[in-house]
């Protein structure tokens, strides 16, 4: 059975820092390309950054610079690593594993709020 499961998620300050991860158990996790989406409430989902088998990322303009994902093959674990959150950034965070099928994880939620 597929699982991916995220945690890391939580009430923040804008400025400070989460760090999410998605564990994944049932695929041959190295060969997915694995993708962070967010959906605020009354709005799409929308794609937040995505490391593929090779390693090599791409992110949403409007996390450049404050946002990195990064894989751990042995763990069968993604990170996306938060920095400088801002109260456009809360949203349920969701991964998803693209390769022969496609899983996503149940999500998590970030709020960045004073």
């Known amino acids: 059975q597929v699982q991916l499961v995220e945690s890391g998620g939580g009430l923040v300050q804008p400025g400070g820092s989460l760090r999410l991860s998605c564990a994944a158990s049932?695929?041959?996790?190295?060969?997915?390309?694995i993708s962070w989406y967010r959906q605020a409430p009354g709005k799409q989902r929308e794609l937040v950054a995505r490391?593929?088998?090779?390693?090599?990322?791409n992110y949403a303009d409007s996390v450049k610079g404050r946002f990195t994902i990064s894989r751990d093959n042995a763990k069968n674990t993604v990170y996306l690593q938060m920095n400088s959150l801002e109260p456009e950034d809360t949203a349920a965070y969701y991964c998803?594993?693209?390769?022969?099928?496609?899983?996503w994880g149940q999500g998590t939620q970030v709020t960045v709020s004073s």
């Open positions: 998803k594993a693209f390769g022969q099928y496609v899983y």
């Open positions: 049932g695929i041959i996790f190295s060969i997915y390309t």
């Open positions: 490391i593929a088998s090779s390693g090599s990322t």
